[in-house]
């Protein structure tokens, strides 16, 4: 098994549509709690990082974690064409840099 | 500020040839990563150092994959010989120490092994 599951998609909106992406973990030591942006032929790119369970909120974008879950989201709202890229999560137990990324989520944005 | 730096870009060679890539962190980031992203899946951490020591090398194939830091700044991955299973993109990534979540990435080597 896994320590992060993550479906592949391909997730495909329309333009202006929420978009809703999660991941699912097993190690409940795992405490930080990141999503990635990675665009074609791009290295990833930090979009939200959390700690706690809860919400967080950043433009767009909200991050939630549900640790008595093991169950991590992220959703976007009012989706572009420019949000097309794919979507990792990543966790981490200590903050000590040892992620653990999933699979990423294709997300394909249509005008 | 400018972003971390890796080269080359995209690398062909044949099994069992050598390859070698280069990164250049961001400045003043004492910790640097290498991952390795196979086509349809996530980052997977090959080596982390800070400064010039390594802290994690557990998930590198240490038969046939080196990495140094030499004077804690640019680092650089070498794959000897290489095998079909290495065709991937390479990505290099440099962060604070203890600042798991801000890592940042460069555009990383896509490495093909024919």
């Known amino acids: 098994q896994k320590e992060v599951e993550q479906d592949p998609g391909p997730l495909s909106v329309p333009e202006g549509a929420i978009v809703s992406l999660n991941c699912t973990y097993s190690n409940s030591a795992f405490q930080y709690f990141m999503w990635y942006r990675q665009y074609s032929r791009k290295g990833p790119e930090l979009l939200m990082y959390?700690?706690?369970?809860g919400n967080k909120e950043d433009g767009r974008f909200t991050a939630q974690v549900d640790k008595s879950s093991k169950y991590i989201s992220l959703f976007i709202r009012d989706s572009q064409p420019s949000d097309s890229a794919t979507y990792l999560c990543a966790i981490d137990t200590h903050s000590w840099g040892k992620l653990q990324f999933g699979a990423g989520t294709q997300v394909v944005v249509t005008p | 500020e400018a972003g971390v730096a890796q080269s080359p870009r995209y690398k062909i060679i044949e099994k069992r040839q050598s390859v070698a890539f280069w990164c250049n962190p961001i400045?003043?980031?004492?910790?640097l990563y290498w991952y390795q992203q196979i086509l349809g899946q996530g980052p997977k951490l090959l080596i982390q150092f800070q400064n010039n020591g390594v802290v994690d090398d557990s998930q590198l194939p240490k038969d046939r994959f080196s990495a140094e830091r030499l004077k804690g700044v640019d680092s650089t991955l070498k794959i000897q010989p290489a095998k079909l299973e290495d065709s991937a993109v390479y990505l290099c990534a440099s962060s604070y120490p203890g600042t798991s979540g801000g890592q940042f990435f460069g555009p990383g080597t896509r490495l093909t092994v024919l």
């Open positions: 400045s003043g980031h004492a910790t």
């Open positions: 959390t700690y706690s369970s």
